[in-house]
């Protein structure tokens, strides 16, 4: 069974990009991060795959 929910590390991994990028695009609104404990955030990979789809779509 593949996790659902990934730190912002993994996402920049994900996605190709720094982890700054990661937290400017949950700044912006693009991905939201959610809040486990104190030291602690993840995000859904669900919405990380929507997000790519939403900028993908826009190139083809």
């Given at each position: 069974m593949e996790k659902r929910y990934y730190?912002?590390?993994?996402?920049?991994?994900y996605l190709g990009v720094t982890i700054t990028?990661?937290?400017?695009?949950?700044?912006?609104?693009l991905l939201t991060p959610i809040k486990l404990t104190?030291?602690?955030?993840?995000?859904d990979i669900e919405e990380v795959e929507k997000f790519i789809e939403s900028k993908t779509a826009k190139v083809a």
């Open positions: 730190r912002a590390k993994e996402i920049a991994v990028t990661v937290w400017n695009y949950s700044s912006k609104g104190s030291n602690t955030t993840v995000f």
